[in-house]
Every structure is written in structure tokens, then in C-alpha cells.
């Protein structure tokens, strides 16, 4: 995608320093972001931290403290709603109790009095698979039905960009798994820009092709969803997108892209691609799911880490996989994830075990960020 600058505009969303203050109280902190033309983009993050203030400023339903907003290189900071090629589905659909589907689905073009509607329409509803349902009222729809026809009703406007704010939310967790596959299909069919706004890291996995982790008004990181899993920068991002050990550390030495870390007197070898001089203190983080367990001594993934010295602490059966948690000799609790294949035997809480990882799997962060 062309970059400002070289003569061409960038045909995306763009976002240039945009802050939003409410009083003394800033919601979105100099916010810089690029959202590509047909990308599916999930802004993720804890209640509070400016996730839907950012999509109601691009909405046009607040205007930005300061910064811009540019969308196929037309400015549109303070571009009225209707006047921007945006629409929003939120999590109530806000569909008109006494009209039927077709003509929920209708209601906007045959207000602007566009030509061709009911085609549209069936087209809309053939895209969500509602075509059967066309003369029932909202009421008669179930919870996932109706959200499909919030949806219609959004994109029969051909709007540049779809805001999605916690679309799912209303929807019960099995019904919210098939909506995020559904609308994943329709957003790849479809072709336009969605800007999904969510707290559930795993609905913006599953659907988002970037994902914007947001933290208290600014992004953290941002990137494909695999990319933030498996390398994380920060301590607040390891421990939204899943769950992670964090255990301390000290630099101790660096041959090419590896470093070698002193954890609590054992050696462990981390790729450490960013800079980290030796002496330093940082966080060794790695996945549960990314740890072996097995008897002291054994020989589990070698060249792997081996860390000696853990007592199984408790034990939790979940079927695909058994959890553990590990007390290790300095005291720290790591949690360890077994996938249920049947190879390996089953550890009992009191049981001496030892863990190892791939270094690949481990991930060394900022010491000077918090733990928690
Ligand atoms: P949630 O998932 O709970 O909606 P969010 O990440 O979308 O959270 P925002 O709704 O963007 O968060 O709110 C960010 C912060 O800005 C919150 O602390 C909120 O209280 C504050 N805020 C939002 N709108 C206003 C307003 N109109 N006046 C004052 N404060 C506001």
C-alpha cells in the first residue's frame, strides 16, 4: 500500500495523532493507525481503554480532541455521520419492531429513494442466509438472526468501512462462535474494511486478519493475531492474548540472535531478536500450553530448556487437556498444559516433575513492566 508522501494516497483508514479528552480525562492517547482497504481489523483491549471512543470518532458521533481522520485520502475528521461512507452495527440491532426483515433491510435506501431495492434487499439477505425469513418480524428471529439482519441493513448502504462494536455481545457463547465464522465468511465475501470492536481476545483472533491491542487510550502492539500470540512485547499483551508464565530473569550472554538468560541460577536460551544488553533484568514469558512435563531426568525435547526441580502443586483434568500447575524451587507457581493424546502418563498432585520448552517457544520482555 503507497504511503503518504510519494504522491499517491493511502486508499485505507487512516488515523494521524488522534487524541479524544473528555475534561481532564484522555479516553484515546495520540493515536497513529493504518487500517488497509479491505482488511478485517480488530481494535481488542479491557473495558475503558477508548476502543469504542475510537469507533465513534471514525463514525463521525464524536469529534477528536485533536489529530485526523482520513479515509481514501479524503479528510473526514469532522465529516457529519451521514456524510461518510461509514456504517455501524452495534451490539443492540436496533431493528424497528413493526417492520418485517425485507423491509428492515430496506429502510435506508428506500428513505434515499435509490432504485432497485428489493433486489438489493434479497441479494442482502441471500448474503446473510436470512432469504427465508424475509416477511417475519425481529421478534420471531432468534438473537444470532437478528444481528445478521443489523447486519444486511448496514452493508445494503455499501458503506467503505463496517464498524462492528461488540456485535456478539448479546449472543450466548455457542451462537457467538458460529456469528464469528459467519461473519468472517461474509467480510472475505464482501470484500469492504470491518473494524470490529471487542474485549474477547479470542473473537478478534478468530476473525481479525491485524489485530490493535489497546491498553488505557494507546495501542500496545499491533499485528496478525499469531504474530501477538507467539511474540508478544509486552506484559500487558502476553497476558490479554491468553495466558503466560512470566518468570524473572537476568541477560547473562548473547551469541547472534540468542541470549542466554540466568533464571533463578538455570541457564535458559531465548531468541531475542530486540535489544537486550547482558545484566539486564527481564521476564521470561512462555505459554502453558508451550511446556512439557515429564519425570526428573527425562529426556523430553532436547535441545530444549530443561528446568529441573518442580513439585506438581494441582491438577486439573479438561478433557482435550490436562492443566497443572508446578511449583518450581523458587517458589512460583507455573502452569503447565497438557494436550490429552494419550502418549504421555498423567501426573499426580505431590508428583516430582521436570518442565522443558524449545527456546523458539519463549519470548523475553521489558523488565520494567509490571507482572500482573
Ligand atoms: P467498553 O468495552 O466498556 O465500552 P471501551 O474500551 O470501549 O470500553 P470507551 O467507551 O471508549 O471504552 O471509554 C474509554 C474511557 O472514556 C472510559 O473511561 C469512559 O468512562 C470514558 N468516556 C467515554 N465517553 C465519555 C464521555 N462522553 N464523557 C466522559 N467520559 C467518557
Redesign the pocket.
Known amino acids: 500500500t503507497p504511503a503518504a508522501g510519494d504522491g499517491t494516497t493511502y486508499d485505507g483508514l487512516r488515523l494521524r495523532g488522534v487524541t479524544k479528552s ?2 481532564a ?1 484522555t ?2 492517547r495520540d493515536l497513529d493507525l493504518d487500517i488497509p482497504r479491505g482488511s478485517f481489523f480488530a481494535l481488542l ?12 470518532m471514525v463514525a463521525g458521533l ?1 469529534a477528536p480532541t485533536s489529530g485526523t481522520i482520513t479515509l481514501a485520502g479524503q479528510d473526514i475528521t469532522y465529516a457529519k455521520p451521514y456524510r461518510r461512507p461509514v456504517n455501524t452495527v452495534f451490539q443492540n440491532y436496533a431493528l424497528f419492531p413493526h417492520l418485517d426483515i425485507h423491509e428492515n433491510v430496506a429502510f435506508g435506501l428506500k428513505r434515499r429513494k435509490v432504485s432497485g431495492v428489493d433486489e438489493k434487499v434479497r441479494e442482502m439477505l441471500a448474503l446473510v442466509e436470512l432469504e427465508s425469513q424475509a416477511r417475519k418480524r425481529p421478534m420471531q428471529l432468534s438473537g444470532g438472526q437478528q444481528q445478521r439482519v443489523a447486519l444486511a441493513r448496514a452493508l445494503i448502504n455499501e458503506p467503505e468501512v463496517l464498524l462492528l462494536d ?1 456485535p456478539l455481545g448479546a449472543l450466548d457463547l455457542k451462537l457467538r462462535r458460529g456469528m464469528q465464522i459467519e461473519l468472517k465468511r461474509i467480510q472475505t465475501e464482501v470484500g469492504l474494511t470491518f473494524v470490529h ?1 471487542t ?1 474477547d481476545q479470542e473473537e478478534a483472533m478468530t476473525m481479525a486478519d491485524t489485530v490493535a491491542v ?1 491498553n488505557a ?1 494507546v495501542i500496545e502492539q499491533m499485528g496478525a493475531p499469531e504474530e501477538l500470540y507467539e511474540n508478544p512485547h509486552t506484559t500487558f499483551v502476553a497476558n490479554f492474548l491468553g495466558q503466560s508464565n512470566l518468570i524473572e530473569g537476568v541477560v547473562k550472554s548473547r551469541s547472534g540472535d540468542v541470549v542466554t538468560v540466568d533464571m533463578h541460577g538455570i541457564d535458559v536460551s531465548i531468541p531475542a531478536a530486540r535489544t537486550h544488553a547482558d545484566g539486564d533484568k527481564g521476564w521470561i514469558g512462555i505459554r502453558p500450553e508451550k511446556v512439557l512435563i515429564g519425570d526428573p531426568g527425562e529426556e523430553l525435547d532436547a535441545p530444549g530448556n530443561s528446568i529441573p526441580g518442580g513439585v506438581v502443586s494441582d491438577v486439573s483434568f479438561v478433557g482435550v487437556s490436562t492443566q497443572y500447575l508446578v511449583r518450581m524451587p523458587w517458589g512460583q507457581e507455573l502452569q503447565v498444559f497438557q494436550q490429552n493424546t494419550g502418549h504421555r502418563r498423567l501426573y499426580r498432585t505431590g508428583e516430582p516433575v521436570e518442565l522443558s520448552w524449545r527456546p523458539e517457544y519463549a519470548f523475553l520482555l521489558d523488565f520494567s513492566q509490571d507482572a500482573s
Open positions: 473528555f475534561g480525562f479516553a484515546v483491549g479491557p473495558s475503558g481503554c477508548g476502543k469504542t471512543t475510537t469507533l465513534r464524536e461488540e470492536v474485549h489497546m487510550g
